[in-house]
């Protein structure tokens, strides 16, 4: 199967500041996804990563504060920008194969947020 | 809408015993159906998956989970807990045909010694 690497695996940063985290997968992929896993919490779907469109934005995210770029089918990056304390958590990649659609996950970029 | 609950946000088993974490889902279509395992520091896993056909799944590390539609259920079971088993679980359903996932809020599961 498929390898999936994000990076950075973690970092502190300072309020008002973005950050990107990279996502590759080593074969090509049909869709990607942004999650977002906040302290003590479950899975939050950010978007939908399209190959050469905008993503799908679900409710409650905003492609001003979660800009995301596939430029092709192996690569995604999740932009967090002007970052409060409440974007602290963990930003998870994820892809599926089709099919049976299980998905495959990063090993995600904890972020914190000064 | 789909959605899924899952019973216990924390649960303690003795090594050796039976573990049984719950999850109850409701769904206005046909779903898939997942536990996923998340150890520390890491991304999650899948554990096993239902989709179609036998209710009763194996997926891996020993555990394995029943579809029960009529109690709207998929509750992971494993007859011997190890002490690697202690991790998160979650459980997730995607109407089938779909990729919109919902999971739950988690169940830590430890194993003591």
């Known amino acids: 199967s498929a390898v999936i690497s994000q990076k950075p695996s973690r970092d502190i940063c300072q309020r008002g500041t973005s950050l990107t985290i990279q996502c590759q997968v080593d074969?090509?992929?049909?869709?990607m996804f942004w999650y977002r896993q906040q302290p003590g919490q479950s899975l939050t779907l950010i978007a939908t990563a399209n190959q050469g469109s905008e993503a799908t934005y679900e409710s409650g995210f905003v492609i001003d504060k979660f800009p995301i770029s596939r430029p092709n089918l192996t690569f995604s990056t999740l932009t967090v920008s002007n970052m409060s304390p409440e974007d602290s958590s963990i930003y998870l990649c994820?892809?599926?194969?089709?099919?049976?659609?299980?998905?495959?996950f990063g090993e995600g970029s904890r972020l914190t947020v000064l | 809408a789909q959605s899924v609950t899952q019973l216990g946000s924390h649960v303690s088993v003795s090594e050796g015993a039976l573990v049984l974490l719950r999850c109850n889902y409701s769904?206005?279509?046909?779903?898939?159906l997942f536990w996923y395992v998340q150890y520390p520091n890491q991304g999650l896993q899948l554990l096993l998956k239902y989709t179609t056909g036998a209710t009763l799944v194996k997926g891996i590390n020993g555990f394995e989970a029943e579809f029960k539609k009529s109690e709207t259920s998929f509750h992971l079971t494993k007859p011997s807990a190890h002490m690697s088993d202690a991790a998160e679980y979650f459980c997730a359903v995607t109407p089938s045909g779909t990729y919109k996932y919902i999971f739950g809020t988690g169940t830590r599961l430890k194993v003591l010694a």
């Open positions: 769904s206005s279509v046909p779903p898939y």
């Open positions: 994820s892809f599926t194969t089709g099919g049976a659609g299980e998905l495959f």
């Open positions: 074969s090509q992929v049909t869709m």
